[in-house]
């Protein structure tokens, strides 16, 4: 779906919502926009992108951007990393301009990142421009290790914190404790170096290999969660090793490694002692490829083959 048509389809509903929020026109108070963006960044509700969306009046209908009042994504980082967030992880943004009824509409994206949530800043801030005479800020301030969020078309009040419900639910979330099995265990697939083979019957154990421990013993575990583990098992029957089906040296494409003993098999991705997904695959010249075995005789390059 195009980012015009979801945009649309939010004005369509007619109210505001856990993860998007209209302006009439750009913020004045660059704390209160700094404030807005946290409380859309740290929404636990929802999972995806947010949107603050810029040029739609109180009563929903588009109205666009007057040219004074455009904004650009580098003054937005700026103004973020100004604000002083804990660790300097702030939300990451994106800002597009997209027309609806032929007027100028500017959204800030800001990206679904829940291993960064929640997002809070380690100094008080407040708009510099916005002091009176004896130098006392007279906008808002968004306070420091506060964490504030947003809940159906609420944000949390500048001057209040988030309930303790809404604050334990953005820490799980970050830590993936309410993610499914499978949900975890595909994060953990991108870690490619956190997965090692057991300590038994060799001489030396180490990460920077994985493909070769893998093809050498035929399971593996994710360091940080041992109970996720990656297996072989025969597809059709057995080879000598137990662990797969070796390929016919007539394939062409095992004519053309330098290695031609292939051999078939079923990896398994287990969660304890449950098989959550099951792909076929084969070790080919040393290494292991994600495929349909259907297709291996049609195969010309394995240059995009993914490897572990």
């Not at 583990?229 to 137990?242: A, E, N, Q």
């Not at 304890?272 to 292991?288: F, I, M, P, R, W």
Request: proline share 5%; glycine share 6%.
């Amino acid at each position: 779906m195009t980012l015009e048509k979801i945009i649309e389809t939010l004005i369509n509903t007619r109210k505001e919502g856990d993860y998007w929020d209209f302006k009439r026109e750009k913020h004045k108070d660059k704390a209160e926009f700094v404030h807005d963006i946290i409380c859309l960044a740290n929404s636990p509700y929802y999972i995806g992108d947010r949107f603050l969306v810029f040029g739609v009046k109180n009563n929903y209908t588009p109205v666009g951007i007057p040219p004074k009042d455009k904004q650009t994504q580098i003054h937005i980082i700026d103004t973020l990393r100004n604000a002083r967030f804990a660790g300097g992880v702030f939300p990451d943004i994106q800002l597009e301009t997209i027309q609806l009824s032929n007027k100028n509409i500017e959204v800030l994206i800001i990206k679904d990142k829940p291993n960064e949530r929640p997002y809070y800043l380690e100094k008080e801030y407040y708009d510099h421009k916005l002091k009176d005479s004896k130098g006392k800020p007279t906008g808002c301030i968004v306070r420091a290790g506060t964490t504030y969020i947003r809940t159906r078309d609420g944000n949390t009040p500048i001057d209040r914190v988030a309930s303790t419900v809404a604050i334990e639910k953005i820490w799980r979330q970050r830590f993936g404790l309410d993610l499914t099995p499978l949900e975890r265990m595909t994060q953990y697939l991108l870690d490619f170096k956190g997965w090692c083979q057991p300590l038994v019957n060799i001489e030396w154990n180490s990460c920077s290999t994985p493909s070769h421990l893998l093809s050498e013993s035929g399971f593996m575990y994710y360091r940080q969660a041992p109970e996720f583990t990656i297996r072989k098992s025969p597809l059709y029957g057995y080879d000598d090793s137990g662990l797969g089906d070796e390929v016919q040296h007539g394939e062409s494409w095992v004519r053309k490694a330098l290695d031609p003993i292939s051999s078939m098999y079923k990896l398994e991705l287990v969660y304890h002692q449950t098989v959550l997904h099951t792909e076929e695959a084969l070790t080919y010249d040393g290494s292991t490829l994600f495929n349909n075995p259907k297709t291996y005789s049609k195969l010309k390059s394995f240059d995009n083959a993914l490897f572990y």
